[in-house]
């Protein structure tokens, strides 16, 4: 505490000192100060307004979240400058702390001292939700229907399909939800704060330093922060020693500011968050210690302001839009057919109840019931999958987002760095590398007796020059001279064999320099004229330019004889050199970026941090980087404007919290399906813009809300195998979509022509719902797949139109040996008049099921199957097994409570046939469709 008057006050409030008071009202309240004398209250003139937590949040300026043109943030500006007892007065606190009866009255004003969360949906919701897409709806409507027609059988096969897809999905989101609320921390934080105890427990003394929770705080607290500490709300520090906070939650920075009890306030405007005397919610302490009072809490706060502005309604992402595209040309293609063919039965037919019927077994047929199964299934298997690569995915349509994403935008603290500062150059005035330079620095460091900040510590990493520079027997300490704001520099005095004494001193490179006379280039000590000043100034500057840190190290000779050292004894200083500091890129950030590269995703740099950092680290892992875009570039840029630039920018340094949602959306307007990595609160609105965002499991606690999918490891190896595993899931989604859409559309083509020319049912509902629900099962492993390598080398997209024109090329293939079949059953086996319609129907049930199922083989791959591509052992089973079914069905007595029958020897050679034309003739078809189209799935 020394000298320091505000550290003497910690400990004892003079009597008389002025009690304040808060007039309260509803939303922002207005404080006014008075001090009690005699009884009476007289109120000063210092007046300021906080904004209540439980008042609406306040408008945000559109350059940057944190410095908002906000009562909170022109509160936080007023009391920056303003000397300690008017801090304490415009916040009605003292430093002796609040009693429990003013906390209580402020906590009903303010709230808790909690930012808003976005609360995970009640499990009847997520069940709701797991129900409603398009299709359930549509085949619970036509089970609806079966039943008030009488059709048991169709009820119960309809409603099996809706139950097993809705449980499914059901089940896996809500296991995923939990999860990822496991994450969260089971602990509540808490802070130590001074409090006024003025009742007596039991017979014990009222407290004052307590721990309580941090939600307990209110405006006006006292409250204690050391090196480790969370800041608990937004506070004004009115005494510190040596304080360094990490604000890269609010801006990016990766190295910590400092912060202290007093500033001058500069002529010029200043951002809220480099305000000298603020600390801001959700930022942490490196190194030193505090006292401060609580200026704003809860969503009053600048973290909270942002929080409570994520919370609700997400955007729709590339999944979402592409899924209700596909499904909306399913339901269009069965509007238009259902009543066709319903027409031509009934007309052909008269009988319009088994039309009727007919047409609700066509249209469960023509629906792909088991798309929300297969999807969610798909996507349950990729998040297992994921998991076992340290992924935990808080949403399943994020996987098949990870496979279509073509940009990934990420911060650059952590991700490409490894989020430690390391010494990365030791330097003589000249620019080379001088270990006398390092020595000197590294004895600064090891003797001072202040808590070390984050530079020491790095300094301190080459731990070997302890046992280099003889430590123990070669040096001793004889006095420090401790850093201060004023000064920005810190000296040591060390004793070299009891033979001379050496001042080192290390701090700011101007304030170094200031105080030094001469200069060390080799073994020589040279005047420090103008011109080699303008030299080291230079070197300096070089180092900025990459993207240093720089620290100037200086020293001095003294006799043994020297008494107690001052700071007056910093003076006449030989400059040694610099040290230069940096937090460096990862090994693995260069060959991530490589292989995300290789897959057709572009990663783009979106940081807060300055641009001549930035530069140094895309240079440094292989990204080329002609410019670099600043956030003062982006003000004033319309929408379509913005989109040019961030679709031709890579790193975008210096941005806003807004900056970053700006980016992210327009690159979705442009066509992009994009990624966005990050972790502070500066990252939320950018990770609910994205099509998918990714965070970690260390970040703050509404990133990790905000995000789609949660990394235990901040990587971006781990991302590409995100991406990889993602194609895979669309990939095997896709399989099905285009072999049900076009399996299907050939099955109506089929019909309508059987229709019109038979005079009997080409199958009965009751077959027909049987024919697909086999189909369906056989297509349940479709999920266990893999897909051909070079369907993972670039991003995939949901495309409508392309899967609506292959259902109309390849649908017509399968007609065509349909038609075939009707022709053998009619001619050669005499299935002609509807006393034989059941032969007719049971050859065409074996036939229907056996090309549908060996569609599945012929679609899933752009090779030729069996041979150069050969589906996974599950697929290949399943699809046996329903195969043989098929075949055997007929011969069974369910089959002929079906209405099917056995068929003669003669009908499996003819079947081998059709079978065999079938393969080639599709073969020939998919060769001549990839080389029209330039594409397959």
Not at 217 to 233: F, N, Q, R, T
Not at 433 to 442: C, F, K, S, T
Not at 474 to 482: H, S
Request: hydrophobic fraction near 45%; include cysteine.
């Amino acid at each position: 505490m020394g000298s320091n008057p505000i550290a003497r006050r910690l400990y004892h409030t003079p009597i008389g000192m002025p009690r304040t008071r808060i007039g309260l009202t509803a939303g922002p309240a207005t404080l006014y100060n008075g001090s009690a004398r005699n009884g009476r209250t007289h109120t000063s003139e210092c007046t300021m307004t906080i904004p209540s937590s439980r008042a609406a949040a306040p408008a945000r300026d559109p350059r940057t979240a944190t410095d908002a043109t906000s009562a909170a943030g022109e509160a936080l500006h007023r009391l920056a400058w303003l000397d300690t007892d008017a801090v304490l007065h415009a916040l009605d606190a003292r430093l002796i702390g609040l009693t429990d009866a003013e906390v209580e009255r402020r906590r009903e004003q303010f709230g808790r001292n909690e930012v808003a969360h976005e609360k995970p949906p009640a499990w009847y919701r997520q069940l709701a939700h797991a129900f409603a897409n398009p299709f359930n709806v549509l085949l619970t409507t036509l089970a609806i229907v079966s039943g008030l027609t009488g059709d048991e059988e169709a009820v119960i096969v309809i409603g099996l399909m809706v139950l097993l897809s809705t449980m499914l999905r059901f089940a896996q989101e809500y296991r995923s939800s939990k999860a990822a609320q496991a994450l969260r921390a089971l602990v509540r934080t808490s802070t130590a704060v001074e409090r006024d105890g003025d009742e007596f427990v039991g017979n014990l003394p009222p407290m004052r330093r307590r721990e309580i929770p941090m939600d307990e705080l209110v405006p006006g607290d006292i409250v204690y922060l050391s090196a480790g500490d969370m800041v608990p709300a937004d506070v004004r520090v009115v005494a510190a020693k040596d304080l360094f906070v990490s604000q890269s939650s609010l801006t990016g920075e990766a190295l910590p500011v400092e912060k202290m009890d007093r500033a001058t306030q500069p002529a010029g405007p200043t951002a809220l968050t480099e305000l000298p005397t603020i600390c801001f919610m959700g930022t942490n302490v490196v190194s030193g210690t505090a006292t401060a009072v609580v200026a704003a809490t809860g969503s009053s706060t600048s973290f909270g302001a942002m929080a409570k502005g994520l919370v609700g309604q997400r955007v729709t992402t590339a999944f979402d839009v592409g899924v209700s595209k596909v499904s909306w040309l399913f339901i269009r293609f069965i509007v238009v057919m259902v009543p066709i063919v319903f027409l031509i039965n009934g007309l052909s037919k008269h009988n319009w109840l088994e039309a009727f019927l007919f047409g609700l077994a066509v249209a469960v047929g023509l629906t792909p019931e088991m798309l929300p199964m297969i999807v969610t299934t798909n996507l349950a298997k990729g998040a297992v999958t994921m998991a076992r690569h340290k992924t935990i995915v808080k949403r399943l349509s994020a996987i098949q987002n990870f496979g279509a994403m073509d940009v990934l935008c990420t911060d650059k603290t952590g991700t490409l760095t490894q989020d430690k500062i390391v010494l990365e150059r030791y330097i003589n005035v000249v620019g080379e590398e001088d270990d006398w330079v390092l020595a000197l620095a590294y004895l600064n460091s090891f003797y001072q007796t202040g808590l070390k900040n984050l530079l020491d510590v790095a300094v301190l990493d080459h731990g070997e020059l302890k046992a280099e520079l003889s430590l123990d027997n070669a040096y001793g300490k004889v006095d420090e001279i401790p850093f201060d704001f004023t000064r920005r520099r810190m000296s040591v005095v060390v004793d070299r064999k009891h033979e001379r004494h050496q001042l080192i001193c290390k701090g700011a490179v101007e304030e170094v320099l200031a105080v030094c006379q001469s200069v060390r280039d080799e073994d020589r000590v040279m005047d420090l004229t103008a011109e080699r000043v303008q030299v080291a100034k230079d070197v300096v500057a070089e180092l900025n330019e990459d993207g240093f840190r720089v620290v100037a190290v200086a020293y001095r000779d003294f006799d043994p004889s020297h008494g107690a050292y001052a700071v007056t004894d910093e003076s006449d200083l030989v400059l040694a050199g610099f040290v230069s500091f940096l937090d460096p890129p990862k090994e693995s950030a260069a060959p991530a970026l490589k292989a995300l590269a290789s897959h057709g995703v572009t990663v783009k740099i979106l940081t807060g941090d300055n641009d001549l950092v930035s530069r140094k680290v895309c240079r440094d892992v292989g990204l080329a980087v002609d410019h670099i875009v600043l956030g003062s570039e982006l003000v004033g840029l319309d929408d379509n404007q913005l989109g040019e630039v961030a679709d031709r920018g890579v790193v975008f340094a210096k941005l806003t919290p807004d900056d970053k949602v700006r980016i992210v959306r327009a690159l979705r307007a442009r066509g992009h399906t994009v990624g966005f990595m990050g972790d502070g609160i500066n990252d939320a609105g950018a990770l609910r813009e994205a099509d998918v965002g990714i965070s970690v499991d260390s970040a703050v606690d509404i990133a990790k809300e905000s995000a789609d999918i949660i990394l235990l490891e901040k990587s971006l190896m781990v991302l590409e195998e995100g991406v990889i595993e993602g194609r895979k899931t669309f990939g095997n989604t896709i399989k099905y979509i285009k072999m049900t859409a076009s399996s299907n559309f050939g099955n109506v083509f089929s019909v309508l022509i059987a229709s019109a020319f038979l005079p009997f049912l080409p199958m009965l509902p009751i077959q027909l719902l049987t024919l697909n629900l086999l189909y369906d099962f056989s297509q349940t492993s479709i999920p266990w797949d893999d897909m051909d390598p070079e369907y993972l080398t670039v991003p995939r997209k949901w495309r409508a139109e392309d899967i609506g024109r292959f259902m109309l090329f390849i649908g017509p293939t399968s007609s065509v040996f349909d038609i075939v079949t009707f022709l053998v059953m009619w001619h050669f086996f005499g299935a002609n008049n509807p006393a034989h319609q059941s032969l007719f129907q049971s050859g065409w049930f074996i036939e229907s099921l056996l090309t549908q199922t060996l569609i599945v083989h012929m679609i899933r791959t752009a090779k030729v199957p069996f041979l150069q591509s050969r589906a996974t052992w599950p697929v290949l089973a399943l699809t046996a097994a329903i195969m043989v079914c098929g075949i055997v069905l007929p011969f069974l007595a369910l089959g002929r409570k079906l209405g099917l029958q056995a068929l003669p020897a003669s009908y499996f050679a003819w079947l081998f046939v059709i079978l065999l034309s079938y393969v080639a003739l599709t073969q020939v078809v998919k060769g001549w469709y990839i080389r029209r189209f330039g594409t397959w799935l």
